[in-house]
């Protein structure tokens, strides 16, 4: 067997941590300052002991973190092989957790990586998505956590009011409707009696933020509708909108999160990336025992897949007809059908975003028309383009 280099690397913002071993050698020690000429120096160093060390291969592999994949694209470019594992796929005992050092992670790093080179086990990698992708996402995920700015902001104007004792008059409808926000410039201003003075500051700020968030909310969801009618994603992005209970961010945000839907072989695969998969326990004799789903994949994925199954349990018959049916075994836990549904939802979408030649027809959710509203031209059907924004509001 040729001689393999192998590094386990502990990464932070501003320092990296290495343990470097060829095969099964005691492993050295060395930490590296994470910056571009470090990195840089650090490459050279890798290539320089593998020459004396006579190896034909360097594999390094650390953590998915906050810090992206730009480690990776460099040694990818110094053509040094790369594994990115998930934190979640990495057994640590409990004594580990309570004695957690640099050391140890790299360590453990170093250990998994040749327990994968050497004995063959599976190495919790995760995918690395290409640079156009991860850009997506940027644009889409700014506009998923613009909302919830947007929401969070309404209710601490709610929680204001409730505090100062100033309750909603009736006549102003249900929701943030323009009579509402009128009555609030209202009670905003500083001779009105009904709030303090410092309480009427509070206000008009919250509602200036408000105001600006709105703003920002039109313009990215003209840009995530522009984003969605590049070759990229118009044919699977026309293929969701279709989906009852499917709007414009729900499909996007499947599409940038999950990436190539290639890469997922059937049904379980994209329920186990998603979360949506129940735990599982057995031992000894006790038999498979089902539990929680596992929560485990993009979360905001699931929030939207959410909205849109009770979206879809709203708006069309056969879902409904699942939802009550499902919740007929259970009443006392109906988020059990809601999770169902969720999951049936997801496979759905994957199927008609892969252009899977043959729909899983266990879903028995396959009712979707066409669009429901007009969108630019994608084909015989389609409408014009100057009505592309006509939906930015739903998802």
Known sequence: MCKVIM????????????????GCEVPTMRSVRNTPEDRKKMIVDLKARAQQAGAQRIIFAYEASSLGFGLYDELKDARIECHVLAPTGLERSMQHRRRKTDERDAEQLLGALRAHVLAGNDLPSVWIPDEQTRDDRHLVRARVDLADKLTASKNEVKSLLK??????????????TKSYRSWLEGISGEDDPRLAPGASVSLQSKLNQIEFLDEQLQSLDEQVIKLAMTARYRDAFYELIAIKGVGNLTAM???????????????????????????????????????????????????????????????DERA????????????????IAVVANMRRLAIQMWHRAS????????????????????????????AGEGQATAKAQRG
């Not at 386990?8 to 941590?17: A, I, R, V, W």
């Not at 939802?323 to 006392?332: A, G």
């Open 320 to 335: 409904k007809a699942t939802f009550d049916r499902l919740v007929q075994r259970n009443p006392k836990h109906k988020k």
């Open 163 to 176: 505090c100062n004792g100033v309750r909603r008059p009736s006549g102003l409808g249900s929701g943030w």
């Open 7 to 22: 590094i386990g690397c502990d990464l932070h913002e501003k320092t990296m941590l290495l343990k470097i071993a060829v």
């Open 355 to 382: 252009g899977h030649p043959r729909p899983d027809t266990s879903l028995r959710l396959d009712t979707a028309g066409p669009p429901r509203c007009p969108f630019p031209a994608a084909g015989p059907g389609r």
């Open 253 to 315: 945000l499947f599409l940038t999160e999950l990436g190539d839907l290639s890469r997922f072989a059937n049904r379980r695969q994209i329920a186990a990336f998603l979360g949506l998969a129940p735990s599982t326990y057995e031992s000894g004799e006790a038999n498979d025992r089902k539990g929680h789903i596992t929560r485990q994949g993009p979360a905001r994925v699931r929030k939207v897949l959410c909205q849109a199954a009770w979206a879809q349990i709203r708006s």
